[in-house]
Each structure stands twice: as structure tokens, then as C-alpha cells.
């Protein structure tokens, strides 16, 4: 795998301001020489007083431009982007999502800043 793409897919997942347990996995095709399927997912187990919700979003893609080919190597690089993206604002959405529903029924008291 060319040096950008780990790169850029390394970021993702080691970023500092994730909320959950960040994978990228890669397989070589078999299909195509020197190419690679990539499996980019987060996931969490938000818990609230006895409550459960398991929060996982999972996308795969085809490389195109990882072998010696006349490709360009950014189109993988822009791809990984964009499905890194997708993943995390479909994971954000559906932990907000989890947390309002698993706090619907606390009582605590709210005070204002």
C-alpha cells in the first residue's frame, strides 16, 4: 500500500478527538494484482444506568491506484477521505442519537452556567 494512503487512513484512526474504537483493515484482492479492500469502521458501547447501546458503522472500498498502474494514486487517497468522513458523522449522529435516548428518562437537576 502506497505510503499516502496509509497515511491518510492511519490519521483517522489514531485521531486525538474520536469518541470511539476506530479499525482500518486491509485485504489484498485477489482480483486485482497489488490492489486492496479496505474495511474502515467505529465503534462504542454507550451504557447509562443498566442501558445498552452498541454503535458500529462499517464501509469498505476497492483501491484502484495501489499497484504500478497508469491510476492516480490521490483518487484512492480522495476516496479514503471521503468514506472516513461518512463513517464518522454517521457514527456522531447515531451516538448522539443513543445518548438522547438512553438520558429520555433522567430526573437529575439542570443548572445554568
Known amino acids: 500500500m502506497r505510503e499516502n494512503l496509509s497515511n491518510t487512513l492511519l490519521a483517522w484512526k489514531n485521531d486525538d478527538n474520536k469518541i470511539g474504537v476506530r479499525r482500518v483493515l486491509y485485504s489484498k484482492l485477489n482480483i ?3 490492489e486492496y479492500l479496505i ?3 467505529e465503534e462504542l458501547i454507550v451504557g447509562i444506568n443498566n442501558k445498552n447501546r ?3 458503522v462499517n464501509r469498505k472500498f476497492p483501491t484502484y491506484a ?3 498502474n497508469n491510476n492516480n494514486p490521490n483518487g484512492d487517497v480522495y476516496r479514503a477521505k471521503e468514506i472516513t468522513n461518512e ?3 454517521e457514527f456522531n449522529k447515531l451516538h448522539n442519537e443513543a445518548i438522547n435516548e438512553l438520558f429520555q428518562d433522567y430526573d437529575g437537576q439542570d443548572e445554568e452556567l
Open 87 to 89: 463513517v464518522t458523522k
Open 39 to 41: 474495511t474502515i469502521s
Open 54 to 56: 452498541e454503535i458500529k
Open 32 to 34: 486485482s494484482e497489488g
Open 66 to 68: 495501489q499497484s504500478e
